[in-house]
C-alpha cells in the first residue's frame, strides 16, 4: 500500500452583494464559516474518513490555528506543503457540528485571497477542500476507507464538491436571504442523498 496525496471539498455556495455588509462585525474581514469535511459518509470520490482518523487530525490542527499558520491555498496543487505566494485563506477556528468538522475561515488581502474574494462577491460558488497524504483501502462496498496513515496538510478553496449539500457562507449572512429556491431545492435533494449513504 502506497501513501498518495488525498483531496476532498465541500461546496460553499454564495451569492452577490452581500459581502461588504457582513465586515462590520469582523473589523473589515471577510469570515466564512461553515462544513470542512465529514466523518464516516462516503463522498463523490467514493472515499469514506473514519471519525477517530478526523478526530485525531482535528487535534492535530489545532497547533497550526492556534499559531496562525493554518494556511490554505486557491485550487489543489499536488503537493504536500503549502506555498505562501499561493495562499488565499487562513483557518481561524475549528469545531465539530455531530459528525462534521466545522471551520471558521478569514480569506487574506494576498493576491490569491484577492481572487477568492472577488469570486465570492461575484456570487461564484466555491467548494473547501481538505489535503493530506495517506492511503486507502476497499471496503465491501467499493467506499476506500482513509486509512490510519493519514496526514492532513491543509484546506484548500475548489471549484468542484466532493461532500453532499455542504454549503459555507461568510458569517452571519442568512443562507435563506443569498440561495435561491432552486438551489435550497438542490441542497435538500443533495442532503437526503448524503445521508441515505
Same mark, same amino acid.
Given at each position: 500500500m502506497s501513501k498518495m496525496i488525498l483531496k476532498e471539498w465541500l461546496a460553499w455556495g454564495q451569492?452577490?452583494?452581500?459581502? !461588504?455588509?457582513?465586515?462590520?462585525?469582523?473589523?473589515?474581514?471577510? =469570515?466564512?464559516?461553515?462544513? !470542512?469535511? +465529514?466523518?464516516?459518509?462516503?463522498?463523490?470520490?467514493? +472515499? =469514506?474518513?473514519?471519525?477517530?482518523?478526523?478526530?485525531?487530525? %482535528?487535534?492535530?490542527? /489545532?497547533?497550526? =490555528?492556534?499559531?496562525?499558520?493554518?494556511?490554505? /491555498?486557491?485550487?489543489?496543487?499536488?503537493?504536500?506543503?503549502?506555498?505562501? /505566494?499561493?495562499?488565499?485563506?487562513?483557518? +481561524? /477556528?475549528? %469545531?465539530?457540528?455531530?459528525?462534521?468538522?466545522m471551520g471558521r475561515i478569514e480569506v487574506l488581502s494576498t493576491p490569491c485571497g484577492r481572487i477568492l474574494e472577488n469570486l465570492l462577491e461575484s456570487g461564484v460558488v466555491v467548494g473547501i477542500s481538505s489535503?493530506?497524504?495517506?492511503?486507502?483501502?476497499?471496503?465491501?462496498?467499493?467506499?476506500?476507507?482513509?486509512?490510519?496513515? %493519514?496526514?492532513?496538510?491543509?484546506?484548500? !478553496?475548489v471549484a468542484e464538491p466532493s461532500t453532499h449539500g455542504a454549503f459555507m457562507l461568510p458569517e452571519g449572512v442568512d443562507r435563506g436571504r443569498i440561495m435561491s429556491r432552486p438551489d435550497r431545492i438542490f441542497r435538500a435533494l443533495n442532503e437526503i442523498r448524503g445521508n441515505r449513504k
Open positions: 451569492g452577490s452583494g452581500f459581502i !461588504m455588509e457582513d465586515r462590520g462585525p469582523n473589523g473589515g474581514k471577510l =469570515i466564512l464559516k461553515g462544513p !470542512m469535511q +465529514r466523518a464516516n459518509k462516503e463522498n463523490q470520490n467514493k +472515499r =469514506i474518513y473514519p471519525i477517530k482518523l478526523l478526530q485525531r487530525e %482535528f487535534q492535530n490542527y /489545532e497547533k497550526p =490555528i492556534r499559531e496562525g499558520r493554518a494556511l490554505g /491555498e486557491l485550487d489543489h496543487p499536488d503537493t504536500s506543503t503549502v506555498s505562501l /505566494e499561493k495562499a488565499s485563506h487562513v483557518v +481561524r /477556528e475549528q %469545531f465539530w457540528d455531530g459528525d462534521t468538522w489535503r493530506g497524504v495517506g492511503s486507502t483501502s476497499k471496503n465491501e462496498s467499493g467506499a476506500d476507507i482513509v486509512q490510519d496513515d %493519514f496526514n492532513l496538510i491543509c484546506f484548500d !478553496m
